[in-house]
């Protein structure tokens, strides 16, 4: 059994792998992860401006599972207003070259990904007996 195969059966479930996707594979935490890399503290607004076309709400929600999981730490400073900064704990630092990895093969298959779409919608949009008669 390989090591992916062995994971996937953690406690006969693959909750290891399942469990941490959930909040990793989100369309936000790895763009997160990427403007609090290495040394960044960064404010939620200035946070906020990294990532375009996040919402507040979902910028809250996605801090609070990171933070909840550890990958994240909310430092608020007795500041008036109020000073919140956030920044990758150690843990939350490991994810930023795996997240760099993913993001160059994201850009890279892009196109390739597109095109593909682009001929299976194509496909989609024939009529049913073309389809059969051409398989």
């Not at 709400?57 to 909310?74: K, N, P, Y």
């Not at 990758?88 to 390739?112: F, H, K, N, Q, V």
Request: contains cysteine; aromatic residues 6%.
């Amino acid at each position: 059994m390989s090591e992916y195969e062995s994971a996937c059966m953690a406690g006969g479930h693959g909750e290891a792998i399942r469990g941490v996707l959930a909040h990793i594979g989100d369309k936000w935490t790895l763009l997160i992860v990427g403007a609090l890399s290495v040394g960044h503290r960064l404010r939620f607004t200035e946070l906020q401006r990294h990532i375009p076309g996040i919402s507040q709400r979902m910028l809250t929600v996605t801090l609070r599972h990171l933070e909840r999981d550890g990958l994240v730490r909310r430092t608020m400073h007795a500041e008036v207003p109020p000073r919140v900064e956030y920044e990758l704990t150690s843990i939350g630092t490991t994810l930023i070259e795996p997240a760099r990895e993913l993001s160059r093969w994201a850009m890279s298959s892009y196109p390739t990904i597109l095109d593909s779409r682009e001929r299976f919608d194509a496909a989609g949009a024939e009529p049913k007996s073309t389809r059969k008669s051409n398989q």
